[in-house]
């Protein structure tokens, strides 16, 4: 999954304030163990992660700097290393790459101050630098873990090097900084244990001869003809294990493993065995492997034992923002029909069909457990529900003075009318679904204490209710195919007065062809529903077609966006 700016942002300062260099250089080189691994681990203290981000202006840098919790007015200072290394890899005059380092102070575990390491190139809308944005979020190369020496010196940074080296590090460039006067190392480990694969060794001061040595090292290593073709095979290893993770992910999940840990100290292998009914060795395995994932952490003291890690956490079934039913969905009817995806690219017919003998949503509603499994899926993405209150169209209804109504169109559980109808005490609330759904948000809604203020409507898109103000299509659209979507929009179109706005919530393919959740999602669609994602430019036709016009979209949380339409003029 590729991750917005600000998502990598926010991990990386996570990341920052929960390790410590004896926990991390094991699962960078998993062989450093015993007293080297003591040794190395006291001579380099774990300082910071790094990201290289793309803001489209200073503006856009600061904004997300608050957003992740970061000091807006952090200074900058030119980069030297990334700056030559971008240049390389992209054929371009460094005069072309105004690439810069900040440095936002963190603190770790023990309260021990820290930084995220951000390197910034601005890439304005429509830029020519737009394709190298694209390809370094795509394959992170400038993502990083740094190690200060405490006390440089050349011998010691010879022996360092050369131990990394015994471990399957990797050179992998570096330079001398001028401007803050240090000299960086950079290696690739073999391993991809915590989420980074590039390691930084970080000496104050001017240590050109270990570079020099360590530049010759990247040299022969280069020259190696098979070098490029062992790094494919690797790169194309991780990416055939995919499923593995998936499967990994949903039996912990299923195993309610989250539930019999803890996030504060490690459990024994043998006592989560005993307490989730598994066999302990087999335990060990899948959790070693989960630990890759940074979804447990393994006990720092060496013991056997394992603590849950806040993303792990994500997976504890009573948590407000819970994904476990999405890993179940995952790793269900879903994972089963990705395996006859070449029967969609062949047929142009979704697999699920195939697979099941129909759509999934007449197969979950055969399926009372499946279909609650289902409605909580969605449920569990609520998060990018959350800005939505706050939009003006929704800000504007509550403070009309009469009372508006917004209609929650196929509104599933009511999870975002719930939130919509909290914030906003003085809105009325519709909800259209289908009549399983509906007792469903009944209950949910009373849940939220909202209950009394909302409607409830069981039907197809051809009952969309009449006169309300403000209307939503979240997650819906991207179900069906153009001219149900059309049909869709008509309906849509009909019930609504002239006054009334129209909000739709789904990703937008991006125009640029540049990595997304969107196209992961496309191909989702297609194969298990036989719908698909659009860019912003193919919505806006589709609401022409329906008498509609597109006047704006927003960003919301997971790559989301909130489109925001209204009836065109006549």
């Known amino acids: 999954m590729l991750l917005d700016d600000t998502a990598r942002l926010r991990a990386a300062a996570a990341f920052v304030r929960e390790h410590d260099s004896a926990t991390l250089l094991p699962l960078l080189l998993p062989g450093l163990c015993g007293p080297e691994l003591e040794s190395v681990a006291a001579r380099c203290r774990f300082a910071h992660a790094g990201l290289l981000l793309f803001p489209s202006d200073a503006q856009d840098l600061r904004s997300r700097f608050v957003e992740c919790g970061l000091a807006a007015d952090t200074p900058a200072q030119p980069s030297v ?21 900040l440095r936002p102070r963190v603190h770790g575990p023990a309260g021990e101050r820290r930084v995220v390491e951000v390197f910034t190139l601005q890439v304005p809308a429509h830029s020519d630098l737009e394709p190298i944005a694209a390809h370094e979020r795509a394959r992170g190369h400038e993502a990083h873990l740094a190690f200060e020496l405490e006390s440089p010196d050349p011998v010691a940074l010879h022996g360092l090097c050369a131990v990394l080296a015994r471990h399957g590090a990797r050179p992998d460039g570096g330079g001398y900084n001028p401007h803050e006067d240090g000299t960086v190392l950079y290696f ?135 994904m476990r039913p999405l890993a179940l969905m995952y790793a269900g009817p879903f994972y089963e029909s990705f395996a006859a995806l070449d029967h969609t690219v062949r ?84 909800l259209l679904e289908r009549p399983h759904a509906v007792e469903t948000a009944r209950r949910s809604l009373d849940a939220a204490g909202c209950g009394a203020r909302c409607d ?93 016009e597109l006047l704006d979209h927003t960003p919301l949380p997971l790559e989301a966006h909130v489109m925001h339409a209204r009836r065109a003029p006549a």
Not at 91 to 96: K, M, N, Q, V
Not at 378 to 400: D, E, G, K, Y
């Open 81 to 101: 290393v990334v700056r030559a290394r971008l240049a390389r890899r992209h054929h371009r005059d460094t005069a072309e790459l105004d690439v810069r380092i």
């Open 188 to 322: 690739t480990t073999p391993y991809t244990a915590c989420g980074y694969r590039r390691l930084e060794l970080y000496a104050p001061g001017d240590h050109r001869d270990a570079l020099a040595a360590h530049l010759d090292g990247l040299d022969g290593l280069d020259e190696r003809p098979d070098a490029d073709a062992d790094r494919s095979a690797e790169t194309l290893l991780h990416l055939l294990t995919g499923a593995w993770t998936t499967q990994a992910l949903a039996a912990f999940a299923r195993l309610r493993l989250p539930e019999a840990m803890e996030p504060g100290a490690a459990v024994g292998t043998r006592v989560l065995a005993r307490r989730t009914g598994t066999h302990p060795d087999s335990l060990a395995t899948l959790l070693r492997y989960l630990a890759m994932l940074d979804v447990v952490a393994e006990d720092p003291e060496g013991q056997d034992g394992f603590r849950l890690t806040p993303l792990g956490g994500l997976l504890l079934a009573d948590s407000p923002d819970t």
């Open 456 to 548: 409830y409507r069981s039907g197809d898109f051809a009952d969309v209710p009449h006169g309300g103000d403000v209307y939503i299509l979240s997650r819906v659209l991207h179900d069906w195919d153009d001219d149900r979507c059309r049909e869709i929009l008509r309906h849509c179109a009909r019930a609504m007065p002239a006054h009334a706005d129209l909000l739709i919530v789904e990703r937008l393919l991006p125009a640029d062809g540049s990595p997304s959740l969107a196209t992961a999602w496309d191909l989702h669609m297609m194969c298990n529903v036989g719908g698909r994602e659009r860019r912003a430019d193919q919505y806006a036709r589709l609401l022409a077609d329906a008498g509609l």
């Open 347 to 430: 047929t142009g017919k979704p697999a699920f069909d195939e697979l099941f003998g129909g759509n999934h949503f007449d197969h979950f509603a055969r399926d009372p457990e499946l279909a609650d499994l289902f409605d909580r899926s969605m449920a569990a993405s609520s998060r990018m529900f959350r800005p939505l209150p706050a939009h003006p169209v929704i800000t504007a209804a509550a403070q009309a003075p009469a009372p508006r109504t917004v209609v929650d169109v196929a509104g599933g559980n009511g999870e975002l009318l719930g939130r919509i109808l909290t914030a906003h005490p003085t809105l009325r609330g519709t």
